[in-house]
């Protein structure tokens, strides 16, 4: 495939994704639902993040596309050059850039175990910090070359390869140098490389905000019959997801979940659900309604009556005696009256 046939490729699926940040937004709910009980998982970031890491690979993508071009030049600027060299000389080119990334990796190694036993407020500790920034950009710049060098390497070896190609090189060495600057330029002036640029700057820009908690308004409400544990306004989504459930009342059922402008509908047993919103605020709604077979339990509880049939004996013959006595009074008050 051509550099400027995969350029175009590139283009498209980059436009997308800056359209995605520029006027779309993503937020993604799923979870389950039953009559009795559900769960709403909101996750905002998640989708930022995929589209975040989309961009980074349509801007490696378009940066390959570069080094490519690049290296598909150099390429032929080493077969013109001598043909039979050209091989020997890219080799050589990769194992000095592999020299020079071992040795920049030594010298941050070095600094870092300097920085160990320094105070990072000291003075020595703030040079050394900034030594560290300068090394570490030195290994980045030095591994850059490192793949520079290996894609010539393979640009030579597939032109070498070829000896068709090889044959039209070397039969019109200006046209192919001709064709190879238009190349380059054509990967360097690419709006797929800008594109994929702007998109890295919006991706990082989205979740800076998402993870702020700016972007999105979550509405999580119901009706009369049951409630989620958190109904009411939630603003942005905090973290990478969050979490809510519901559940009905004794006497109602959960009928269907609203999301956004799609329902779900509950049965006896827990269904999975999934939606997916490209609106900054989604309302989720929990609608329950009466049971008519409901019928509340009702507990009986037993009342144990204490015997105390020994206890109205004695009061009878308490009573019994009282009456003897009164007998024995009355008789005694005859026989007093007798005298």
């Known amino acids: 495939m051509t550099v400027k046939k995969r350029l175009t490729i590139l283009l498209i699926g980059v436009l997308s994704i800056c359209l995605f940040f520029a006027f779309g937004f993503q937020i993604d709910v799923s979870g389950e639902i039953s009559k009795e009980e559900g769960t709403t998982e909101v996750s905002l970031i998640g989708p930022l993040k995929a589209a975040a890491n989309e961009a980074e690979t349509a801007l490696k993508a378009a940066e390959q ?4 071009a690049l290296a598909d030049q150099t390429a032929l600027v080493l077969i013109l050059v001598d043909p039979t060299a050209a091989l020997e000389t890219a080799e050589q080119a990769v194992l000095d ?3 020079a990334v071992s040795e920049a990796q030594i010298k941050v190694d070095d600094t870092i175990a300097l920085l160990v036993d320094l105070d990072p407020e000291s003075p ?3 040079l050394l910090a900034a030594q560290l920034v300068v090394d570490e950009e030195a290994l980045e710049a030095a591994e850059l070359a490192l793949e520079e060098t290996k894609a010539v390497l393979a640009a030579v070896e597939l032109i070498l390869a070829d000896p068709t190609a090889l044959e039209l090189i070397l039969a019109d060495p200006e046209a192919a140098l001709k064709a190879a600057g238009e190349a380059v330029l054509d990967a360097q002036e690419d709006p797929a490389l800008t594109e994929a640029q702007l998109a890295v700057l919006e991706a990082e820009a989205a979740l800076e905000g998402a993870e702020a908690g700016t972007n999105s308004h979550i ?6 019959g049951g409630s989620f544990d958190s109904e009411g306004n939630h603003s942005g989504v905090d973290g990478e997801e969050s979490s809510f459930t519901f559940s009905s009342d004794p006497g109602f059922d959960l009928i269907w979940l609203r999301v956004g402008n799609t329902k779900f509908s509950s049965t006896e047993e827990a269904i999975e659900y ?3 919103s490209d609106k900054k605020n989604l309302t989720i709604h929990a609608h329950f309604k009466k049971d008519k077979d409901y019928s509340p339990e009702v507990t009986v509880e037993e009342t144990v ?3 105390d049939t ?7 013959g308490e009573k019994g005696n009282g009456k003897g006595k009164d007998k024995e009074k009355s008789n005694n008050g005859k ?3 007798n005298k």
């Open 310 to 316: 020994g206890q109205g004996d004695e009061n009878d």
């Open 97 to 99: 850039a592999q020299t």
């Open 124 to 126: 020595e500790g703030i």
């Open 335 to 337: 026989k007093n009256k």
């Open 65 to 68: 596309a570069v080094l490519d």
């Open 305 to 307: 009556l204490e015997d």
């Open 219 to 224: 509405i999580l409400n119901s009706n009369n």
């Open 274 to 276: 999934i939606y997916s």
